[in-house]
């Protein structure tokens, strides 16, 4: 792991209306390194994501991101171009829903393929072979690739959403929920393809998601969030096999039976 | 009620070309920004004028913003001089205005046009023109307005690209044929309003002005003369125009736009130029080779 991080997350602070999305929350993210984040519903979690993506910006405190070319910038501090050029070539967001992640109507291979037209690929016969190969990373037979994702599965829209966020070749992934109203097998297959992904490509990751089993499976580090505050921090088997914080061992107490 | 007076200047109670002058300065305002920043849909106060929505009246508007005493006026609509809409906006001038009119494509320094760009190259000076229903090319990929602002505001427009790759992969060809996107001085896309793609190329480097209004959207775009106008493809699948197996059955055109006319019930068909202009230029000069 470099000594650099790539995300430097600094007192991220972000109110709605009357009570506070997140408060303070501050961490470091390596690149290969998998964060997770968890907590109940209404913890913050999703703000937080939202702040690093750049869809809301932050009432308070910053996010850095090391870019490959033009060293450590503020994400929020950047102008709107930049901030957009930079989430469709260097970070890439896998969605809870795929319906808000990806063009149902659209083939699979040109779901895929998209991003590569936004930077200016110009040649339809590698741009197939590219989409073709991702579909292949992602375990859908290359023959799928003219069929729109509306006629997939669930598992396997999601697994689309993935393909076409990784053609860019991103560094950085966040993903909200992404194994949320799949069933236990199907998670289980997206998990291992993730796991792979991550490990082959190197991806720096932050996954929000109210699944332990989830986070056991995929995250280095966890961060356990309530109220918009992170409780408790630390390594994922640490945290989840010694909790700490009162909330922790509520969380891990509950989840975690038998 | 008696019709109203018709003088040398035009119709006794009404302004120069219909429009009040403070309008025809909002309007010429907006196509001076059109005309700085090729390609980009600047809105404008669109006026209500005397014929219904989709029959042109944002061409007719920018018409009457530019057109001056002097002026010779072409109008037509899919490349023929005396179809209902054609002829309805050129006696709309004519009265209005008291201007000259022509169906000469050379004599005209202003050409209204609905659906086509004249066979007959343009030259520096005149000015085309367009009348445009949807103004805005990504309309049917992205349905709100403030989305596509900032895609064309980015520049993102791999969506389009996306689309033109989902005809290959359904037809093996891109399917284009009508109101194919552009990109305008390699900024903007740009719709060129429903001409058919045998008329891009034409947009490339024009001599002419070409001004566009959209009435119901309100909006105008402009492509100045000698703009790079380039349709969008992919290099393995380059931009391609039509042809035709058939020449022109009254002039014997192979290089024209052809229309394809159904003449009989037993499904004869006849091929015909759809620049009317252009076609019977081309007939009376054979007509003149032959006596």
């Known amino acids: 792991m470099s000594a650099a991080p790539l995300l430097q997350v600094d007192r991220l602070g972000y109110r709605y209306g009357g009570g506070a999305g997140c408060r303070e929350v501050s ?26 993506a750049g869809d809301l910006a932050p009432g308070a405190g910053n996010v850095r991101y090391a870019t490959r070319g033009d060293g450590i910038v503020d994400l929020h501090a950047l102008g709107e171009a930049a901030r957009r050029r930079l989430l469709r070539t ?20 040109g ?32 023959a799928r690739m003219d069929d729109p994702p509306r006629e997939f599965s669930g598992g396997m829209q999601q697994r689309v959403q993935l393909a076409r966020n990784l053609v860019t070749q991103p560094r950085l992934l966040l993903m909200d929920e992404p194994t949320g109203g799949l069933d236990v097998s199907v998670q289980a297959r997206l998990l ?33 969030m309530q109220n918009g505050r992170v409780v408790e921090e630390g390594l994922t088997d640490q945290v989840l096999d010694d909790p700490q914080h009162a909330y922790t061992q509520l969380l891990v107490s509950s989840i975690l039976k038998g | 009620m008696n019709a109203p007076e018709t003088t040398a200047a035009g119709l006794a109670g009404y302004n120069f070309a219909y429009l009040d002058e403070q309008t025809k300065r909002m309007i010429r305002r907006a196509l001076l920004k059109a005309v700085a920043i090729p390609g980009y849909q600047v809105p404008f106060g669109s006026r209500e004028m005397p014929l219904p929505y989709g029959w042109g009246t944002g061409g007719i508007q920018v018409t009457a913003a530019v057109l001056g005493r002097d002026d010779v006026l072409k109008v037509i609509d899919q490349g023929a001089d005396d179809t209902t809409n054609a002829v309805s906006i050129r006696r709309f001038f004519a009265r209005t205005a008291g201007v000259r009119t022509t169906t000469d494509t050379a004599e005209a320094t202003l050409i209204q046009t609905r659906h086509r760009i004249p066979e007959t190259r343009l030259r520096e000076g005149q000015v085309l023109v367009f009348q445009v229903p949807i103004p805005e090319p990504l309309r049917w990929l992205e349905p709100r307005e403030t989305e596509t602002r900032r895609m064309h505001a980015w520049s993102e427009y791999g969506a389009m690209q996306t689309r033109l790759y989902e005809q290959i992969v359904r037809y093996g060809r891109i399917h284009q044929t009508y109101d194919y996107p ?34 119901r959207e309100r909006r105008l775009y402009a492509v100045p003369p000698y703009t790079d106008v380039r349709s969008l493809d992919f290099e393995d699948h380059p931009f391609e125009v039509e042809h035709w197996d058939a020449a022109c059955a009254l002039c014997g055109a192979r290089d024209s736009y052809l229309d394809e006319i159904i003449v009989d019930d037993r499904g004869t068909r006849l091929h015909v130029c759809s620049d009317t202009d252009y076609c019977g230029r081309r007939q009376a000069v054979a007509r003149e080779e032959t006596a």
């Open chain 1, 90 to 109: 260097d970070i890439g967001i896998v969605r809870q829903n795929p319906r808000d992640g990806l063009r149902m109507d659209v083939s699979a291979g």
């Open chain 1, 111 to 142: 779901n895929i393929a998209e991003r590569l037209m936004q930077t200016g690929t110009r040649h339809y016969g590698r741009l197939r072979e590219t989409a073709g190969d991702w579909l292949e990373a992602v375990e859908i037979p290359r």
């Open chain 1, 192 to 224: 291992d393809i993730l796991r792979r992904l991550v490990h082959e490509l190197g991806l720096a990751v932050v996954i929000v998601t109210h699944d332990l089993a989830v986070i056991r499976l995929l995250a280095h580090r966890l961060m356990i």
């Open chain 1, 27 to 52: 961490f470091d993210l390596h690149p290969g390194e998998v964060l997770g984040i968890a907590g109940e519903s209404g913890a913050g979690k999703t703000t937080l994501l939202r702040l690093l």
């Open chain 2, 182 to 215: 552009v990109s305008v001085n390699d900024r903007y896309l740009m719709s060129p309003s429903p001409i058919p793609k045998f008329d891009n190329p034409k947009l490339h480097h024009n001599p002419a002005l070409l001004l566009f209004g959209a009435g």
